[in-house]
């Protein structure tokens, strides 16, 4: 199954998301968080970190300047490369090999200290292409930080009656800790975290057409996203992410 006949989203949507309007936000405070808890910083300078759809660069750029890695990224948006250099560069971090190629099809010479993608592995009908290729290009002892929505259990109401086109773009088998902790048996990896990420309640939305009622919806959910991201209290209902980070043996 090749990647056109494999993907939910299309590429004109990341080149709209990814590079046009992409916009360098912060890392969420509760992932950054988890990240400086779990991931070590690395003693030596030539490490290097891969991620995985790496448009505009704000995940990328974080996890190079916090844990001492050298960038490099895939996109197969146009622009992907000068939009990401253009924030690592902003980061300090000028040196950096950024690929504007299919993911799928890629073949690189090398494998990797870290692999990375954030929101990516949800968006293809078979994730087992997409999951496996990550973890081919880890080198033995590298580590693979994998991160997705929770569009499940709560979030799924919310999802469907305010931001539905969002929903529609992913294959939710990738959102449940069972699909995580599959991965972590076939591949035999050792589990640094495996859960859900963003406190007790948080919610965005990506409808740009909302009527009137979704309108109201998300000014009343909008102070109770603020206060729920801020209480460390992760939960299946309602926490935003679900991330996983393992060793590769």
Not at 2 to 21: P, R
Not at 75 to 103: C, M, Q, V, W
Not at 201 to 230: C, M, S, T, V
Request: aromatic share 12%; proline share 5%; with cysteine.
């Amino acid at each position: 199954m090749n990647q056109v006949s494999n993907e939910i989203t299309s590429k004109e949507y990341w080149q709209q998301t990814g590079v046009l309007n992409s916009q360098e936000r912060d890392v969420p405070p509760p992932i950054a968080t988890l990240f400086k808890k779990i991931l070590k910083k690395n003693e030596y300078d030539g490490a290097i970190a891969l991620e995985i759809g790496c448009a505009p660069g704000t995940f990328l750029a974080y996890i190079c300047k916090e844990f001492n890695y050298q960038p490099e990224g895939v996109d197969y948006a146009n622009g992907a490369s000068e939009i990401t250099n253009h924030t690592l560069r902003k980061a300090g971090l000028p040196r950096a090999i950024i690929h504007e190629e299919d993911f799928f099809t890629w073949k690189p010479s090398r494998q990797y200290d870290l692999v990375s993608s954030f929101g990516f592995v949800e968006h293809f009908h078979d994730l087992s292409i997409g999951v496996n290729k990550h973890v081919d290009l880890l080198k033995n002892g590298g580590t693979l930080v994998l991160e997705v929505p929770n569009f499940t259990n709560g979030q799924y109401v919310l999802h469907n009656w305010l931001d539905r086109d969002n929903l529609v773009r992913c294959n939710l088998k990738a959102m449940h800790i069972s699909f995580l902790e599959d991965i972590v048996k076939q591949h035999n990896l050792d589990v640094k975290y495996l859960g859900y990420v963003g406190g007790i309640f948080d919610f965005w939305w990506e409808n740009e057409h909302p009527n009137i009622f979704q309108k109201l919806a998300k000014l009343l959910l909008k102070p109770i996203a603020y206060i729920g991201r801020r209480i460390p209290i992760q939960n299946r209902l309602f926490s935003p992410f679900i991330v996983l980070i393992a060793e590769k043996q």
